[in-house]
């Protein structure tokens, strides 16, 4: 394994992502994977939690694909999972996938600080029999770290590829007599996946070379193009990502509507009364942990209020229905994760959504939208009126329907 020093960057990059059941692993596409944890397959968050924890020790250790490897017999074995391709298998390409990635997002992470000094990449690839031929072909390609193609083709760019790059600046050319190369020219191939739902194969376009799902810059998706830029609260700035392969029904069905419990005592507007109502659902202690039907958890605490105050438009009697939270997380009529990307810095957000349709004692219908990124609630959306309204929210990758439990 090349690299296997510990760092910091690599470490943070795989320890946070957010887990996610998954069938398939094109149920997350691309980017989508620089923010979402996956093992296809497995839809136990528990689980989850002990594989990705696996792999954070791995990193931060130094540990070798056998310690690994023995470690996930381990887990497997608490959790009475076994996969269809074996052990073995499943273990290497977790292995491998994850400590690659990590690392490849670590080091664009410093190019990128230090892109001034040094403003050139060198696609470096192992030249063995078992390096691809496209591969082979693009070892020595010299382009500036702003240049399109590393959008697409900075490595790893498949299953166990082992491919790098190294960085150099103008003296480092000048001195060893290289300069900078046209950009290779590859041809897209068509290819398909299959659908996590069963539905028919999806057609996408994939660059010659490149293995399916691979064709991204897992750096870009990290952490954005530009340092240290911190990510608009605003959602118009952040264009839908797609999940070709993954869950997503082109119409989801109708929602049962369910008798709504809020208690519409007056609550006002102005902050503390506002955290009071929240703290009486939080109770006692700074912060309430939820858990949904798929075993993640949710940390209830005033943020959701924070995020209230920073538009006084959000206070438009959502706080009626803080006490519907808990029943919203832990009995959700389904969840969904939305991926998303940000205009303007290019780094790939992921938020679960937790989705129920309600019913009040005049008849009226309204919907209760809770957003989650990481383990913390970031809003709750409120919508009254017509149901089928809420079909506009019920878009991403389905997790979760009471439906098919």
Not at 362 to 380: I, P, T
């Amino acid at each position: 394994m090349a690299d296997p020093r510990p760092i910091t960057e690599a470490v943070d990059f795989l320890r946070t992502k957010a887990r996610l059941p998954t069938r398939k692993w094109t149920d997350l596409w691309q980017g989508q994977h620089a923010r979402g944890f996956v093992v296809a397959g497995v839809v136990k968050d528990g689980l989850l939690a002990d594989i990705q924890g696996e792999l954070v020790k791995a990193l931060e250790d130094g540990r070798s694909f056998d310690s690994f490897k023995k470690d996930f017999g381990a887990i497997l074995d608490k959790w009475k999972w076994e996969p269809e391709q074996g052990r073995g298998w499943r273990a290497r390409v977790i292995f491998d996938t994850n400590i690659r990635t990590a690392h490849a997002a670590a080091r664009w992470d410093r190019m990128k600080a230090a892109q001034k000094r040094r403003p050139f990449l060198r696609y470096s690839a192992v030249l063995d029999e078992r390096t691809r031929e496209d591969h082979k072909a693009w070892h020595g390609t010299i382009l500036p770290i702003t240049d399109a193609w590393w959008e697409t083709h900075y490595p790893p760019n498949g299953w166990y590829c082992r491919c790098t790059v190294q960085q150099l600046s103008q003296r480092d050319l000048d001195r060893r007599g290289l300069s900078v190369s046209q950009p290779p020219q590859g041809a897209l191939e068509s290819r398909s996946i299959r659908r996590s739902d069963g539905g028919d194969p999806v057609p996408v376009q994939v660059p010659k070379g490149i293995d399916t799902g691979f064709a991204h810059n897992v750096g870009i998706a990290n952490s954005g193009r530009a340092q240290a830029v911190r990510l608009d609260s605003d959602a118009t700035r952040f264009p839908k990502l797609t999940v070709p392969g993954g869950n997503v029904p082109k119409k989801p069905g109708a929602l049962a509507i369910r008798t709504s419990g809020v208690n519409r005592n007056m609550i006002g507007k102005d902050e503390a009364a506002l955290r009071k109502a929240l703290q009486q659902v939080i109770g006692k202690d700074p912060s309430r942990v939820l858990t949904d039907p798929i075993g993640g958890r949710v940390i209830l605490d005033q943020r959701i209020v924070d995020h209230m105050l920073e538009d006084p438009a959000r206070i438009d009697g959502r706080q009626f229905y803080f006490g519907m939270i808990p029943d919203l997380v832990e009995r959700p009529q389904e969840i969904w994760a939305g991926f998303v990307t940000d205009a303007s810095t290019g780094r790939v957000s992921l938020r679960k959504r937790y989705v129920s349709l309600f019913q009040d004692k005049n008849k009226r219908s309204f919907g209760l939208v809770a957003d989650q990124q990481g383990s913390e609630f970031r809003n709750l959306t409120l919508f009254r009126g017509d149901p089928t309204n809420l079909l506009g929210l019920r878009v991403g990758l389905r997790l979760f329907s009471e439906l098919e439990g």
